[in-house]
């Protein structure tokens, strides 16, 4: 079963930075996706951002220009780097993996990681 760990949440002052991490373990076959969702008190689970393991990039309308998605694939690690962060940004970050063997696909989620942007 394939394990995602994140790291690097916690509180900021708007304006300010933060970087989470996201590393998979127990891969059998190629993570396809990874990516970052999150989700707001009282909202849905929304994307943020997704990258394929070619690198190729996809972002929520409302963090682009702001936040950078990239990933290790030797690593199997995901990072979030986030500028410029709004209070609106507030919510549990979790990180996501697509993973695919020649049979098989399967989608996991990490436990979620808590970012607060608040003065």
């Known amino acids: 079963q394939v394990q995602l760990v994140e790291s690097g949440g916690g509180l900021v002052q708007p304006g300010g930075s933060l970087r989470l991490s996201c590393a998979a373990s127990r891969v059998i076959g190629s993570i396809t996706v990874m990516g970052w969702y999150r989700q707001a008190p009282g909202k849905q689970r929304e994307l943020v951002a997704t990258i394929t393991i070619a690198g190729s990039t996809n972002y929520a309308d409302s963090v682009k220009g702001r936040f950078t998605i990239s990933r290790d694939n030797a690593k199997n690690t995901v990072y979030l780097q986030m500028d410029s962060l709004k209070p609106e940004d507030t919510a549990v970050y979790y990180c996501?993996?697509?993973?695919?063997?020649?049979?098989?696909?399967?989608?996991?989620w990490g436990q979620g990681t808590q970012v607060t942007v608040s003065s």
């Open positions: 996501y993996a697509d993973v695919r063997t020649r049979l098989t696909r399967g989608d996991y």
